[in-house]
C-alpha cells in the first residue's frame, strides 16, 4: 500500500510564485513547474489552475494513482484549522479554507503550514537539520520568517501560529516601522528589505563613498548590496555586519528559549554567505548566556535553492495522511481524480 | 503496585532553605519541613541532613515504603544529566550528581530539574494550569527563572537548559548588569532584586517625596516598595508600573515563540497582585502582535505558597519512576533504606 503510493505532491504559495512539485520519499524532486500567484482574482480560479497545471505534471511522470498526500507551505497558513489565516498580503479574502479547497478538488488529503515551518520539516527531513531533534529554522526573504523545532516536533502552539521570530522586538524605542503596524521587529532589519533599508539609512545618515550611490536610493535592492559588498564596497560591508549583529544578538537570545542545537539559514540573504554568517557568529557568541558559549551552531540551508521550497512543503505531504485524525486541517481521503 | 506506594516525595533546593514534604496523588502535602541549604560545608553532610530530616517525616506519616520516587527542584539542575551544573550560588564545587546521590541514599528513582520547570510541572498537576497544554511559568523572585510548557511536554531542549527566560536581553544598550556577567538580561529589572534597584534609582535620580526616603537606600527591598505602594506611595506605585511594563514587553516578544494559552506568574513579586499584574497586562496587549491580542491570558499561581516549591518538586517523583529507561537523570530503584 504505501510502496503503491510513492510521491507527495509539495506545493510552495509564495507572494508572488506557487511552485508545485512530485516528490519521492527520498527527497528526489521528479518534475516541478510554477504558476503566478496573483494572476487570478478569484481564489477559486486559482485553485483550478494550480489543480490543471499540477495534474499535467503527475501525468508527465506517471503518477495519476501514486500520490500520498499533499503538503502546503503558504503564508499565514494554520497546520491546526487548515486555514490562510487574516493579516497576509494576498489578493483574496482571509480566512481561506485552503487545505479543505485542495483535498477536494484533488481528492487526497493535504496538510498545510506556514512556509518557514515547511521548510524546518524539509530541513529535518532531507536537509542540514538531519539528525537534529532541537534546532531553529531562519527564513530569511522579503520578511523574517522561523520554524522552530523542539524534541523532533514543530512548535504549533496553542493556535497553530507559533514561531513569529521575526516578529520579536530588536529595537524597543525608535525602531523602524513594521508590516505588522509595531515597530522594532526583527524583520525590519535581518530581512532582503531590512537590508535595504540599512543601505538606505547608511547613505543618508554617512558621506561614506560607495558604488550603491551610483543607484537611485529608492531602487537599491539587498542584492545590489551584496554585489557592492562582494567587490569590496565598506559601506555595504558594514550594511551587513550591522544585519548579521542584530540578527546574532536576536540568535543568543531564542537559545536560553528552546536551547537548540543549531540554527539552520535560509532564504535570499542566507546567499551573502559568510557576509552575513560571520557576524551573526560573532555577535551571538559574544552576547550568549555563558552556558551556551561555543555549544550552539549557526548552519546554512542544504536544501537545493531551486527545490527548497517544493521539498519543504511536500515533507509535510507525508504528514497528511498520519494525520487524518484531526479532521480540520486534513479531510479525508478519495480516489484521486487524475 | 501503584497503589502500594501512593506517596512521592518533593524536594525543592532554594539558595538559603531546602524544603521536604511528602505529597500523594492528589497533591495533598501530608507533612513538610525544611533544613538550611549552606549549614554544611560539604555536600555529603547536606545530603547526609536531608535524608535524615526526610526520612524522619517519612516514618511520621507511616510512609516508609509507600514513596514512588524523589522529584526535586534545585537551581541549575539539569534534568537530563541528574548534575546540579556550573555557574551557581551554593556553597559547595559544581558540578554535583544530586540525583544519584539522592538515590543512593534513598534507595529509590529520583528525577531533578531546575525550580521553574518543577513549578510549572506543579502548576500543571495541581494549579491553575490544569489542562492547559501550552503555557509559560514565570517565577518572579531573587531572580526570573521560566518552565516552558509546550503541547503538554516541558522543554528541556538538546541539553536540558531551556526556559532561562530571566536572561533575555530586555535592554540592549545601557542595561543593568547581571550576576550571568552580561547587561540588560530581564531578572535585572523584573526580579525582587530587579525591583528594589529600581526604586534606588528612582529615589536617586527623581526628587519624588517618597516614605522609601526613610529607609536606608541600600536597605530597600521589594517588600518595602510593595509595602509603600499598598499604602499610596506614587513612587513606589511607578516602580511597580515600570517593572510591569517591562514584563508585559517581554511576555509579548516570548507569545511568538510558542504562542502560549497563558502565562503563570508565581514567586514572592507575585504576591503583589494587580499592583504588577494590571501593568504587566497593559504592556503585553500594547505590545502584542495584532493575531494574539486579547489571546493570551496572565494568570497568578494557583499554588498554595507554603506548599507550592514542594508539590512542584513533588509532581516531578511520579515522573522519575516512569523516567528509569533513560539512565542519566534516574538511578534504578533498590529497597528504600527506612
Chains 1, 2 share one sequence.
Not at 28 to 43: M, Q
Not at 80 to 92: A, C, K, Y
Not at 199 to 207: F, G, S
Amino acid at each position: 500500500m504505501i510502496n503503491s503510493k510513492p510521491y507527495v505532491i509539495g506545493i510552495d504559495m509564495g507572494g508572488t510564485n506557487t511552485v508545485f512539485g512530485i516528490v519521492d520519499a527520498r527527497g528526489v524532486v521528479l518534475a516541478s513547474d510554477s504558476i503566478k500567484t496573483r494572476k487570478h482574482s478569484k481564489f477559486e480560479d486559482y485553485i483550478d489552475e494550480l489543480y490543471t497545471e499540477t495534474m499535467r505534471l503527475v501525468r508527465s511522470v506517471d503518477a495519476e494513482d501514486k500520490i500520498y498526500g499533499i503538503g502546503v507551505g503558504a503564508p499565514n497558513a494554520n497546520y491546526f484549522t487548515g486555514m490562510i489565516e487574516d493579516g497576509v498580503n494576498l489578493p483574496w479574502p482571509t480566512p481561506i479554507p485552503f487545505a479543505q479547497m485542495l483535498s477536494e478538488k484533488f481528492g487526497i488529503p493535504v496538510a498545510i503550514t506556514n512556509d518557514a515551518n515547511a521548510a524546518a520539516i524539509g530541513e529535518m527531513t532531507y536537509g542540514a537539520a538531519r539528525g537534529l531533534k532541537d534546532f531553529i529554522m531562519i527564513t530569511l526573504g522579503t520578511g523574517v520568517g522561523s520554524g522552530i523545532v523542539i524534541n523532533g516536533q514543530v512548535v504549533y502552539g496553542h493556535d497553530g501560529f507559533a514561531g513569529e521570530l521575526g516578529h520579536i522586538i530588536v529595537k524597543r524605542n525608535n525602531g523602524r516601522l513594521c508590516g505588522c503596524g509595531r515597530t522594532g521587529c526583527l524583520e525590519t532589519y535581518c530581512s532582503a528589505t531590512g537590508v535595504a533599508r540599512t543601505a538606505r539609512e547608511y547613505l543618508e545618515i554617512t558621506d561614506t563613498p560607495s558604488r550603491l550611490r551610483e543607484i537611485p536610493i529608492e531602487d537599491i535592492t539587498s542584492k545590489d548590496v551584496y554585489d557592492a559588498a562582494m567587490a569590496g564596497d565598506k559601506l555595504a560591508k558594514d550594511v551587513f555586519d550591522y544585519t548579521g549583529k542584530i540578527l546574532g544578538e536576536a540568535l543568543a537570545d531564542f537559545t536560553v528559549f528552546s536551547a537548540p542545537q543549531a540554527f539552520v539559514i535560509f532564504g535570499g540573504l542566507a546567499k551573502a554567505g559568510d557576509l552575513i554568517l560571520k557576524p551573526v557568529r560573532e555577535a551571538m557568541e559574544k552576547n550568549m548566556l555563558s552556558i551556551w558559549k561555543g555549544k550552539v551552531q549557526v548552519l546554512l540551508s542544504e536544501l537545493k535553492e531551486a527545490d527548497a521550497a517544493v521539498l519543504g512543503a511536500s515533507a509535510l505531504g507525508w504528514e497528511a495522511r498520519k494525520a487524518t485524525q484531526t479532521p480540520p486541517a486534513v479531510v479525508s481521503p478519495t480516489p484521486l481524480k487524475a
